[in-house]
């Protein structure tokens, strides 16, 4: 019980100002140092891999000025062309080695093109202040707006910047900067009412469709319980997205099935694994992603008029856990970790186990920016000293996806018996 009564003093602080600076300048510290270690521990550690702007954005920016040619992006030949700038020589198509093929849909071009159209060089920078931009915002959309301030929406747009994955994501120039900020709008617009906006919103994001299934189906299970009131979303974002398709049709005939063989390629040549697989070692890996999307299903038609942010949420961790794991993807995760500090009463007052859960999940979030912080101090302190044990942030990232899933697998669960208790009660009155 004392510890159930720490927590929820901590709760009740971090609704005073007192908190506010202090979190600030620790934010901006560990912005710094995060920085430090992605441009100079990291990079030295991982030699010729790491993480460059030509790996990043190259592939995107060739593809999309192919697109606006009239040209097929999928062929060989521009494959070629990109692996010449990348790696300074052609991939076997049998080689492990990242191909670094255009590996969008045609409409994705209809987001990238104002940075295609401009000088390599300076799509560099544009892309940059584009991801910039898009992932403060969506600190803002995931909000709602409502119950952030500025100094708090300022502090965790910068504690997000500060995480490793994010600064992969930047180095990258990676577009999944800019697809979760679509997500987020779609997001942010289903719930204020503006249904046509986030159809819209949510048919772009689909330009990386295995990012944005995870807040499209909660929001589609959202939409359908409120047929009458929520249908206009689902028209728009059905009749956006058959524009798309056909305006990508129009742009590079047959380019679906040239598309679908280049995602083929990809799944071979990326050589990530899903967390998933690690999880079960690789057993009965079918069964269990089964159970985990039939889990997706479930939370998301009993949370879905409750608490939106919390099916998305769960959804996005969940389909994190499914696809092959990179890196930069975990920027996706930024809704999850809001939710955690918005709901923090509703946490503490579920019990001990869920507070112990979340609590391992804030350890390993918050162990990759004290880890950043420490070996940047210590590689100051004696250059070179930080690569000794420069894979501790990356070990933390890994972990915390895995943790998360636990904590709000185990909250939903906890809801359900819940509710169960509650129609119990009313049907045999005590």
């Known amino acids: 019980m004392a510890g159930h009564a720490q927590i929820d003093y901590t709760v009740l602080a971090l ?30 550690a991982l030699g010729p891999n790491a993480p460059t702007v030509q790996q990043g954005l190259l592939p995107e920016w060739i593809g999309c000025r192919q697109i606006l ?109 800019i697809i979760a900020a679509l997500l987020s709008l779609a997001f942010f617009c289903a719930r204020s009412g503006r249904l046509v906006a986030a159809g819209i919103a949510a048919a772009l994001a689909a330009s990386k469709p295995q990012l944005a299934i995870a807040v499209l189906l909660p929001l589609l299970i959202w939409a359908f319980s409120s047929w009458r009131i929520r249908k206009t979303f689902v028209f728009s974002l059905a009749a956006s997205g058959f524009g798309l398709l056909l305006i990508s049709e129009l742009a590079v005939p047959g380019w679906v099935l040239p598309w679908l063989g280049t995602i083929r390629a990809y799944s071979h040549y990326a050589g990530a694994k899903p967390l998933l697989e690690d999880l079960t070692r690789g057993h009965f890996l079918m069964p269990a992603a089964v159970l985990v999307i039939l889990a997706v299903v479930w939370v998301s038609f009993t949370f879905s008029d409750t608490d939106l942010l919390f099916a998305i949420s769960f959804s996005i961790v969940s389909f994190h856990l499914l696809f092959p794991f990179q890196l930069y993807n975990e920027v996706m995760l930024l809704p999850a970790a809001l939710w955690a500090v918005k709901n923090a009463n509703r946490i503490c007052e579920r019990g001990e186990l869920h507070v112990l859960l979340f609590s391992c999940a804030w350890i390993a979030l918050a162990a990759g920016w004290i880890s950043t912080l420490a070996l940047s101090l210590w590689d100051i302190a ?17 972990l915390y996806p895995m943790l998360l899933f636990a904590a709000l697998a185990t909250f939903a669960a906890s809801s359900l018996l819940e509710q169960q208790r509650a129609r119990l009660r009313r049907i045999i009155p005590a």
């Open 15 to 44: 609704r005073t100002k007192s908190y506010r600076l202090p979190l600030l300048a620790g934010a901006v510290l560990c912005l710094v140092s995060g920085w430090y270690f992605g441009r100079v521990i990291a990079s030295s």
């Open 69 to 177: 040619h009239g040209q097929n992006p999928y062929r060989l030949e521009v494959t070629r062309e990109i692996e010449m700038a990348i790696y300074g020589e052609t991939v076997a198509p049998d080689s492990p080695a990242n191909q670094h093929r255009f590996a969008y849909p045609v409409f994705f071009s209809l987001l990238f093109f104002p940075i295609a159209m401009l000088p390599f060089d300076a799509a560099q920078s544009a892309m940059l202040l584009a991801g910039i931009a898009a992932t403060a915002m969506s600190v803002v959309w995931w909000a709602e707006g409502k119950w952030l301030g500025k100094l708090d929406a300022a502090s965790f747009a910068i504690l997000a910047f500060a995480a490793y994955p994010a600064v992969v994501a930047l180095q990258l120039r990676q577009p999944t900067l």
């Open 382 to 398: 004696s250059p070179g000293a930080g690569l000794r044990l420069w894979q501790l942030p990356l070990v933390t990232a890994w």
